[in-house]
């Protein structure tokens, strides 16, 4: 069982950053992928940002290269750094992790972009 923490979600304003990190515990061994999901309201949930442990990187398109998604393989932590945020960046954000052959997800935190 693999169990994913999230953090760094908050209230900004529109034009800020946020950066949210994601901790992978537990048996972890093999873990090769690592994204961002995003589910805003009444709306399906979206990838934003993926991460393979070799680094290469997948954004959904609507990210146009405000977002970046790194990753620290040692210590088996995603970070998904958003700048010029907009309220339809408002949504609970994911994190995932892929372990062949299961997909694990976490509990989510909530990004609200207002002024």
């Known amino acids: ?8 979600g ?3 304003q529109p034009g800020g950053s ?3 990190s994601c901790v992978a515990s537990g048996n972890d061994w093999g873990l090769t992928v690592m994204g961002w999901y995003r589910q805003r309201p009444g709306n399906q949930r979206e990838m934003v ?8 990187t997948k954004y959904g398109d609507f990210v146009k290269g405000r977002f970046t998604i790194s990753r620290d393989n040692a210590k088996n932590t995603v970070f998904l750094q958003m700048n010029h945020l ?3 960046d408002t949504a609970v954000y994911y994190c995932n992790a892929f372990i062949d052959p299961d997909l ?9 972009v207002s002024s």
């Open 1 to 8: 069982q693999v169990e994913l923490v999230e953090s760094g």
């Open 10 to 12: 908050g209230l900004v």
């Open 18 to 20: 946020l950066e949210l």
């Open 49 to 56: 940002a993926m991460i393979a442990s070799h680094g290469t």
């Open 86 to 88: 907009t309220p339809e």
């Open 104 to 112: 694990y997800w976490g509990q989510g935190t909530q990004v609200t």
